[in-house]
């Protein structure tokens, strides 16, 4: 029986989604905005990665995809297939979101930005769009994007990634709020929340109205199974001092480097990228003789993975790529202006996942006795779900090929 190819975004394309005789690769396209820290760009990084390795596994055709973020990524940390579309960089102070480096006014950044992200996106024709955290990004410039998929785009399914934690529920609630439910309901296939529910669970507490509760899939942490980039060169044996990308993190990294090191291990204390080069300095200043502070290292999962034991911040990404780490974790959460840190790790301490020290309690001598403790201490943590990039791919798989012939005749062009 003789099929009739039929064109589908401006390609020839046959049954089961071929391209002449070739499986037509599947389109991924993943947004963050990207204003405090690194973790959303990390974290869509790691579903990159996973989706490029697993989908082919899934649906006998290979990924390719667009990271969409104003972070710079080297190229050799990117999956085969996937590049990135650069935005320009926006910041979070008290007063608000604010350029990073431009020196024009925010509104001018957000139609740039906007620009920007509606023209890659309608250039690039995804199959799957993950938006990371915020449905309308930055004072909504998202908005013109997700309507011109709905409109133009009509297969492309849209998904929200959210982290497990958000922030207290009556926070959350004034943020929902202030969106339309029925339009974001109308832009949205479904919504990935990245965590495990035993350890806590957002549906339960309000954390997302119950207009939207049904599109929501809890995944499992996104931790086991994150891909690589490099070595560490670190002498062993060492413990770990890590605040992602540092730019709130001054004050434990100057608590860590005037810990006491365990006797017979070096303490590393990695004060990120974004920390201040003033605050830096004085990291570096007061550190002890066993201390040894650095910007960043090539790749945190090796530096974690030969750590004897891990203190760092509570958000989701320093927390998510030391949980499959087998030794002792100390979370000093930050707790203003989100109390999300605070209430992620409470939730992990009240499953036996991870140790807690407050900010108020926080001081060079405290970190010392606790490094003491830990170094040879071994922690179970495998109740927990840690296989969230497998269940990504795994749920990006059904929603791409979810498509029926039918389907794709009712939008030949």
């Known amino acids: 029986m003789f099929t009739r190819p039929t064109t589908w975004r401006g390609e020839t394309m046959h049954p089961r989604g071929h391209i002449g005789s070739e499986p ?14 690194l973790g959303h760009t990390r974290r869509n990084l790691a579903i990159a990665h996973a989706l490029a390795e697993e989908l082919p596994r899934h649906t006998g055709r290979s990924a390719t995809g667009l990271l969409l973020t104003s972070l710079p990524i080297p190229t050799h940390h990117l999956p085969a297939g996937f590049d990135l579309i650069g935005v320009p960089a926006i910041g979070k102070s008290e007063a608000g979101y ?92 479904a919504i990935w929340v990245y965590g495990d529910p035993v350890v806590h669970d957002l549906r339960s507490t309000g954390e997302v109205p119950a207009e939207l509760a049904d599109l929501v899939t809890p995944t499992g942490y996104l931790a086991a199974g994150r891909h690589r ?8 044996p060492y413990v770990l001092t890590m605040v992602g990308g540092g730019s ?25 990228p974004q920390m201040s080069v003033d605050d830096h300095r004085a990291v570096v200043a007061a550190a002890g003789p066993d201390t040894l502070v650095l910007r960043s290292v090539p ?92 269940t ?8 791409v090929t979810d498509l029926t012939l039918q389907e794709v005749s009712d939008v030949a062009v």
Do not use: K
């Not at 993950?130 to 849209?158: F, K, N, S, Y």
């Not at 980039?229 to 062993?236: A, F, I, V, Y």
């Open 392 to 399: 990504v791919s795994r749920l990006a798989a059904g929603l």
């Open 248 to 272: 709130d993190g001054t004050r434990l990294c100057l608590a860590a480097a005037a810990a006491p090191a365990p006797v017979g291990h070096t303490h590393v204390v990695v004060t990120g």
């Open 299 to 390: 790749d945190g999962l090796e530096s974690i993975s030969g750590a004897a034991a891990i203190v760092t911040m509570a958000g989701y990404n320093s927390v998510t790529e030391a949980l499959p780490f087998g030794g002792p974790m100390l979370l000093v959460p930050r707790e203003t202006p989100r109390t999300e840190q605070l209430i992620r790790a409470r939730s992990l301490e009240r499953v036996g996942a991870v140790d807690v020290l407050r900010g108020e309690d926080l001081n060079a001598s405290r970190l010392g006795t606790w490094l003491a403790g830990a170094v040879g201490r071994r922690v179970d943590r495998s109740h927990l779900d840690l296989g969230g990039l497998t």
């Open 229 to 236: 980039h490099g070595s560490t060169e670190h002498e062993r």
């Open 98 to 189: 604010r350029p990073r480096h431009l020196g024009v006014r925010m509104p001018e950044v957000l139609r740039l930005r906007s620009d920007i992200l509606r023209a890659g996106v309608l250039g690039f024709r995804p199959d799957l769009l993950v938006i990371d955290r915020h449905v309308h990004g930055v004072g909504g410039e998202l908005d013109a994007t997700l309507a011109t998929v709905r409109r133009q785009l009509p297969l492309t399914r849209v998904v929200l990634g959210l982290r497990e934690v958000l922030d207290d529920p009556a926070t959350v609630a004034s943020e929902w709020a202030g969106l339309d439910l029925h339009a974001v309901r109308r832009h949205l296939d």
């Open 24 to 37: 037509r690769p599947i389109r991924v396209a993943l947004y963050s905005h990207d204003s405090v820290g």
